[in-house]
């Protein structure tokens, strides 16, 4: 084990409210899951009222042939754990397609732009499953800070370098983000992403200089010509993949009429009655919920 998987390796295995725990066993076992990896808001924040975010990993590859180029799947679960309804979004791929994205090998920057923040492994089947999914988050570790040495200033803070990497991903992904977003992920543990890009550098091979907390990374230009190269084609599919997701997502979300009825309760107040025509057609049932929504803020 090197020094990044051991920081990491100690990430992974942090402490989570056993309700986090209970929820991940139960979904893997409704998703045929091998591992659950628990990420978010809610990681960070411990407000078990909140919607928690899960991935779940799962052996082999996947049957279905839209799975397979668009991944990952995509559905809204409530688990009862001692009384308390924990709400979870989950994403599901096959633990090999996660593996092949962290390490930069698909035209996707999602996923080690996702877990180059911090996650908790909640849950794995076996040892060698959890060795795997350490492997694939070092991995996402090393390929995002490859990007950030590309996309950060000449010298700097670590800081700076991990900044110019979300904005940069922000862009080149279909998702609009408050300004400073970027800085409210950093913010939760400075001290964290500091110690994390010398280390991910120091794995993935790239040289650097550091005096105090200034770094300054020394990629040779053909190594700056590369990572650009591979950096415009991640820009021009960006878009484009994420635009696919998303319609996909608007005809397979598991519990698409479920979630939206918890999030409008808690945003709103009003209640919406989860009919087994809505869980069916959500798409169809959505303008029923908006005029129904409409009259209750109009009356309220």
Do not use: C
Request: avoid cysteine; hydrophobic fraction near 45%; charged fraction near 25%.
């Amino acid at each position: 084990m090197n020094a990044l998987t051991d920081f990491l390796s100690g990430e992974l295995d942090r402490a989570v409210p056993s309700e986090v725990e209970q929820a991940g066993r139960v979904i893997a076992g409704r998703l045929g899951g091998v591992a659950v990896l628990f990420y978010g808001s809610v990681l960070r924040t411990g407000d078990l009222d909140g919607l928690l975010d899960f991935y779940v990993l799962r052996d082999g590859r996947s049957r279905n042939a839209v799975t397979r180029l668009l991944w990952p799947d995509v559905s809204y679960h409530e688990v009862n754990v001692g009384g308390t309804i924990v709400r979870a979004k989950v994403a599901a791929m096959p633990l090999e397609t996660f593996a092949r994205a962290a390490q930069g090998g698909t035209l996707d920057t999602t996923v080690w732009a996702r877990f180059v923040q911090p996650a908790a492994l909640v849950w794995t089947k076996n040892p060698g499953f959890r060795q795997k999914t350490l492997d694939a988050v070092a991995e996402a570790a090393m390929t995002a800070a490859r990007f950030a040495a590309l996309h950060g200033p000449e010298q700097g803070d670590a800081i700076d370098f991990w900044r110019g990497l979300f904005r940069a991903t922000y862009a080149a992904e279909l998702r609009v983000e408050a300004p400073g977003r970027e800085d409210q992920i950093l913010g939760f543990d400075q001290a964290r992403y500091r110690k994390l890009l010398p280390l991910a550098w120091q794995e993935a091979g790239i040289a650097f200089e550091q005096v105090g907390e200034e770094l300054s990374p020394r990629l040779p230009e053909p190594g700056i010509i590369a990572l650009a190269s591979v950096w415009l084609r991640l820009e021009r599919a960006g878009k484009r993949l994420n635009l696919a997701r998303l319609m996909k997502a608007a005809f397979t979300f598991d519990g698409a009429t479920r979630y939206a009825a918890w999030k409008i309760e808690r945003h709103t107040g009003m209640q919406v009655m989860v009919t087994p025509f809505r869980e069916r057609h959500p798409i169809m049932a959505a303008p029923g919920v908006l005029w129904q929504l409409w009259r209750h803020t109009v009356l309220r």
